[in-house]
Each structure stands twice: as C-alpha cells, then as structure tokens.
C-alpha cells in the first residue's frame, strides 16, 4: 500500500468519523436541553470522535511489514504442509495394504465348524 493511498483511507475514515459526529452533535443538543444534562451528550460526541481520529491515526502508523509474513516463510509453511500430508498418505497406503492382508489370511484360516457352546453336547 503506498503512503498516499494509506492517507488517503485514513482521511476518509476520518471524514465519515466526523460526519457522523455531526448528526450525533444535531440530535444530542437539542436532548441535552431537554433532558437537562448539559454539555455532557455533546462533549461524550466529541470526545468519541476525537478518540476514533486518534486510533485510525496511530493503527495505521503502527502497521509495518514486520508484521506481516514474508514470502520465504510462507513458503517454508507451504512445504511443511505438503511433507505432512505425504506422510498422512503413505500411512494410509500401508494401512490400507496390511488390512488387505489381514483380510486375505482371514479368509484361508477361518475354521469350518463353530465351536459355539451352543453347538457342543
């Protein structure tokens, strides 16, 4: 993002920050007479905006590239992620093979007769 871009998002935020406090100022005065709370409504609108100026200033200053992952960590992750889902896969291949295996001796080794406590006399 180029400084100039980043300034301007910052001072189109600042704006609608501002424009809003506007109407909250336009609804807040005349509440503030009636329900007789002074400049308490109008000042707490102020000291709103005043402080989200303040935080969309100083996030946007405090953001940096240090933060943000570089392309040759991302690309370490990358491997790493595709190593573990080689290893998940071979396992499930050799898995997969010795239930085969188990299956095929099962089927040679299974005895004729049942000896059930049923079936004995």
């Given amino acids: 993002m180029t400084k100039k871009s980043r300034e301007d ?17 336009a609804i807040c005065i005349p509440l503030s007479a009636v329900t007789r709370s002074g400049p308490i409504l ?3 609108a102020i000291a ?3 402080f989200s100026t303040v935080a969309v200033w100083r996030n946007d200053d405090q953001k940096s590239p240090s933060h943000s992952f570089p392309a040759q960590r991302i690309e370490k992750l ?8 080689t290893i998940v896969s071979s396992d499930e291949l050799d898995l997969h093979t010795k239930i085969q295996k188990l299956e095929a001796s099962n089927i040679y080794n299974v005895p004729t007769q049942s000896s059930t406590p049923e079936t004995k006399t």
Avoid at 9 to 25: E, L, P
């Fill in 9 to 25: 998002a910052r001072v189109a935020a600042t704006s609608k920050i501002w424009g809003m406090t506007a109407g909250i100022f």
């Fill in 42 to 44: 109008p000042l707490a």
């Fill in 48 to 50: 709103g905006a005043a």
């Fill in 78 to 85: 990358e491997q790493r992620i595709a190593n573990l889902e």
